[in-house]
């Protein structure tokens, strides 16, 4: 139970940070990286807790 209240604490911190960085610098380029890293962010936190 820890664990996934910490991994959505985590998920959410970096959400976050990417959102401020995406609003102060927007750029499209920036943009498209920020969207393959949350996508595969968010496939590591699904098939991570998928498994425990």
Aim: net charge neutral; aromatic share 12%; charged share 10%.
């Amino acid at each position: 139970m820890l664990n996934r209240i910490m991994t959505i604490v985590a998920l959410v911190f970096f959400l976050v940070f990417l959102w401020i960085l995406i609003s102060h610098i927007p750029r499209l380029d920036l943009g498209g990286v920020l969207v393959v890293t949350v996508a595969l962010v968010l496939w590591d936190v699904y098939t991570s807790s998928r498994e425990s």
